[in-house]
């Protein structure tokens, strides 16, 4: 059974410093990652996706894979309020007929 | 560019009664998904369809849910009859092309109550 783990939280940070989301999966051979984020009673939205090891930064998002450890990471500096959400790791499959799989996803919230 | 449409936006049914939800995907995708996502978890794969046929349906619940995309385009998904537990939010998502890099997009979603 393929897993993907994340701490379902919630995450409190205050707002303006770094928040630190993590995800850990279990397919070893797994070659995309994606970080989606979800407000309340919204549906998921792409914010990143990341397939080599490193790091890789868009504006205030950076995501990081380590596949020696099966694990992906989301940082986002300088938190504004507006990044409260829902944040859904999801990763995807070396072979094309298998899913994607969805982690239960982190609740993270900026405290102005 | 248009978004993947899907309705009706909320649905609230009785057990044992019937519901039906309709997606639109993005124009040119050629892969449609079906997502349930009950609250407080991740989204779970139901049914993929790629074009008009089907790659993946391991975790539909055969027995009562139902799905189709003829004409590869836009797709239904039933639940008949409905349970309890079959009370979440149903994402239609849909991609470009297929495979586990694809960057999915996703309709806002039909939230299903049911009493």
């Known amino acids: 059974q393929k897993e993907v783990e994340q701490n379902s939280g919630p995450l409190s940070v205050p707002e303006g410093a770094i928040a630190s989301l993590n995800c850990t999966y279990s397919?070893?051979?797994?070659?995309?990652f994606f970080w989606y984020r979800q407000y309340s009673g919204k549906s998921p939205e792409l914010i990143m996706s990341?397939?080599?090891?490193g790091d890789k930064e868009d504006g205030r998002f950076t995501a990081q894979l380590n596949k020696a450890s099966q694990y992906v990471s989301l940082l986002i500096r300088d938190s504004q309020p507006s990044d409260s959400a829902t944040y859904l790791c999801?990763?995807?499959?070396?072979?094309?007929?298998?899913?994607?799989?969805f982690g239960k996803g982190t609740r993270l919230h900026i405290l102005p | 560019e248009a978004g993947v449409a899907q309705s009706p936006r909320y649905k609230i049914i009785e057990k044992r009664q019937s519901v039906a939800f309709w997606c639109n995907p993005i124009?040119?995708?050629?892969?449609l998904y079906w997502y349930q996502q009950i609250l407080g978890q991740g989204p779970k794969l139901l049914i993929q369809?790629?074009?008009?046929?089907?790659?993946?349906d391991s975790q539909l619940p055969k027995d009562r849910f139902s799905a189709e995309r003829l004409k590869g385009v836009d797709s239904t998904l039933k639940i008949q009859p409905a349970k309890l537990e079959d009370s979440a939010v149903y994402l239609c998502?849909?991609?470009?092309?297929?495979?586990?890099?694809?960057?999915?997009?996703f309709g806002s979603g039909t939230q299903l109550s049911v009493l």
């Open positions: 998502a849909s991609s470009l092309g297929r495979g586990g890099n694809e960057k999915l997009f």
């Open positions: 397919d070893r051979v797994s070659q995309s």
């Open positions: 990341i397939y080599s090891n």
């Open positions: 999801a990763v995807g499959p070396m072979n094309r007929d298998d899913k994607i799989i």
């Open positions: 124009s040119g995708h050629a892969t």
């Open positions: 369809f790629q074009n008009n046929g089907v790659v993946d």
